[in-house]
């Protein structure tokens, strides 16, 4: 019987070698960058944390110096009346908001610049943005940041102002009761809710779909 010449080769060929090794490559990376992304989005969500926590202790702060120390003590923005920009906290007696009061300062913290506290209306993801703690009794006094424009002649006071017996309260006398939201700039949809009511009661919220307006 005649013997079959042909020589049969095993494995693939080279251009089906790099065929494979380009979709590997190709998996790779994308694998890569989802990994990479889910990394920056815990990293996100801790400064969010972070930062919302740091903002309720020390409102639950300067509520206890204004006990203690029998006087109204202020939480407000450093500067730009922008809680992203930082907050300190300072002894106020009079209700005084000129930057000449702010010398005796107890406290101060500065947040990541990748957290705002300004909307950015193409990643709205709730029904509410708050007023962040604005006096409408108080016109807001020119300290922009170095960095920032100069704000709205007609933008009020964002402040938190602690009397003696541990209220909350604006200048004129009436109760504060508003909300703080904290964004991601990298993740937008990403957000934390500080939530103050009329009797003072401080909480963080995340909002979730079944729960845009953290009432529960």
């Known amino acids: 019987m005649p013997m079959d010449s042909r020589k049969h080769t095993l494995g693939f060929s080279l251009i089906e070698l ?25 990293k996100a969500w801790s400064m969010l944390n972070a930062t919302s ?10 509520r206890q110096q204004a006990q203690s120390r029998q006087k109204f003590i202020t939480l407000s923005p450093i500067c730009g009346n922008r809680w992203d920009s930082g907050w300190i906290i300072f002894t ?9 009061t702010r010398a005796n300062v107890l406290l101060k913290y500065i947040p990541s610049k990748d957290i705002t506290t300004t909307l950015d209306t193409t990643h709205h993801q709730t ?20 960095d920032q424009m ?11 102002s602690f009397n003696p017996a541990g209220g909350a309260q604006m200048k004129n006398g009436g109760l504060v ?16 809710q500080v939530i103050m009511g009329v009797g003072g009661r401080i909480r963080i919220c995340s909002p979730s779909p079944g729960n845009l307006d953290c009432r529960q």
Request: charged content about 20%.
């Open 92 to 100: 106020n007696p009079e209700l005084n908001f000129e930057e000449s």
């Open 18 to 42: 790099l065929a494979v090794l380009a979709i590997i490559s190709i998996l790779t990376l994308a694998g890569a960058k989802h990994v990479i992304i889910s990394f920056n989005r815990m």
């Open 53 to 62: 926590r740091a903002f309720v202790q020390a409102a639950h702060f300067a």
């Open 150 to 160: 100069p704000q709205r002649s007609s933008e009020k006071l964002k402040h938190i």
């Open 177 to 192: 009761a508003n909300r703080l939201i904290f964004w991601s700039r990298e993740f937008p949809d990403m957000q934390q």
């Open 127 to 146: 029904r509410y943005t708050g007023n962040g703690f604005e006096d409408i009794s108080v016109a807001s006094y020119q300290h922009a940041c170095p």
